[in-house]
């Protein structure tokens, strides 16, 4: 890991800590980094079951996603989608097609959009 790397993340852990926020983070390393207590259900509202057909979800986004390059971000709108089934599939294909560290993905509720940036 370079240093500006370990400095941003010292930095982001300080002010997580500020915030009064708890975190689990590990590194590449495989260094842990652990303040408070994180439940792995907090703040999910995974839905149950099945809401759409098989390959539904990504026959909507996979022409929007599938020629993005390097540097390269997209807005996908939820439309008929609910926002957490959406943004979940997204990040899945993005996974398989370029890999961990290798796209960065958000939910925007107000906008109604999941915003995904290819890395590398």
Same mark, same amino acid.
């Given at each position: 890991? /370079?240093? =500006?790397?370990?400095k941003? =993340?010292n930095r982001? &852990?300080? /002010?997580?800590?500020?915030a009064g926020?708890s975190?689990?983070?590990?590194?590449?390393d495989?260094?842990?980094?652990?303040?408070?207590?994180?439940?792995?259900?907090?703040?999910?509202?995974?839905?149950?079951?099945?809401? +759409?057909?098989?390959?539904? &979800?990504p026959? +909507?986004?996979?022409?929007?996603i %599938?020629?993005l390059k390097?540097?390269?971000?997209?807005? =996908?709108?939820f439309?008929?989608?609910?926002? +957490? &089934? /959406?943004?979940?599939n997204?990040?899945?294909?993005?996974?398989?097609?370029?890999? %961990?560290?290798n796209y &960065?993905?958000s939910?925007?509720?107000?906008r109604?959009?999941v915003?995904?940036?290819?890395m590398?």
């Open positions: 890991m /370079l240093n =500006i790397q370990k941003e =993340i982001l &852990t300080t /002010l997580l800590k500020s926020a975190y689990d983070i590990l590194l590449p495989g260094v842990r980094l652990q303040h408070g207590s994180v439940s792995k259900t907090a703040g999910t509202n995974a839905p149950s079951g099945h809401r +759409y057909r098989r390959g539904e &979800t026959a +909507y986004f996979l022409p929007l %599938k020629d390097p540097g390269e971000a997209v807005e =996908i709108p439309d008929r989608f609910h926002p +957490y &089934t /959406l943004a979940s997204i990040g899945s294909h993005a996974f398989a097609m370029w890999g %961990k560290g &960065t993905s939910r925007d509720n107000e109604k959009v915003e995904l940036l290819r590398q």
